[in-house]
């Protein structure tokens, strides 16, 4: 399909882990990345995978990469209330410039 | 080291008027990529401009919007005639040259814009 696909929801319990699942259109992407979405501000770089790489970990966070089913995970260990926020995947299709990102997970810590 | 710049942070417009949305990139970066949020969707590219140079437009409405990115100044999204469907978080970011798919873009807060 033409669209990057993710889950718009996801709640967990703070010190639990959260798994939030993207799965992206072009096998040529060269990178993936992530980014976190607070109310009302931009979004922020959490982390980037390239597309030779299958798993990156970046202190709580964990990326996985299947590029055969061309899905991309993030794992945050331990959440806590301040990880509630709108979590993007996007790739950059064709090694373009410009990124194609999904439509958003808003994850939920509840307390 | 201040960040992407964009202003007004909202901006509350009537149909038919024109809008105006500004982005100064970090310094350093010479690439500059607007992109639009309608609510509830994720962001979809719109143009990607260097000084001076429209390099990719190809998510550009082709009636109403431009952009440019002058020697001098910031970067400015134009939309002309406003419509209710405009309404949506406009999203500048900004890249070194050649580096920008590497380490991923700096975003700005954004201009919300809203048509009444």
């Known amino acids: 399909g033409e669209d990057v696909e993710q889950s718009l929801f996801l709640s967990v319990r703070e010190g639990d882990s959260s798994v939030i699942n993207c799965t992206y259109t072009d096998s040529s992407s060269t990178y993936l990345y992530w980014y976190k979405q607070e109310p009302g501000a931009g979004l922020q770089l959490l982390t980037y995978?390239?597309?030779?790489?299958d798993m990156k970990q970046d202190q709580r966070l964990t990326v996985l990469l299947n590029k055969k089913d061309k899905h991309l995970s993030l794992r945050i260990a331990d959440t806590q209330t301040g990880d509630s926020a709108i979590y993007f995947c996007?790739?950059?299709?064709?090694?373009?410039?410009?990124?194609?990102f999904g439509t958003g997970t808003r994850l939920t810590v509840i307390p | 080291n201040a960040g992407v710049m964009q202003n007004p942070r909202h901006l509350v417009r009537r149909r038919g008027q024109e809008a105006r949305l500004r982005c100064s990139p970090m310094k350093g970066h010479s690439h500059v990529y607007w992109y639009r949020q309608l609510p509830e969707e994720g962001l979809k590219f719109m143009v990607y401009l260097q000084k001076e140079n429209i390099i990719d437009e190809s998510g550009m409405p082709k009636e109403r919007f431009s952009a440019e990115f002058p020697k001098e100044g910031p970067s400015i999204l134009r939309i002309q005639q406003v419509v209710r469907g405009d309404s949506a978080a406009y999203f500048c970011?900004?890249?070194?040259?050649?580096?920008?798919?590497?380490?991923?873009?700096?975003f700005g807060s954004g201009t919300r814009l809203t048509v009444v």
């Open positions: 970011a900004s890249s070194p040259p050649g580096t920008g798919e590497i380490y991923g873009y700096t």
């Open positions: 995978i390239f597309s030779n790489m």
């Open positions: 996007a790739e950059n299709r064709n090694g373009a410039n410009n990124l194609f």
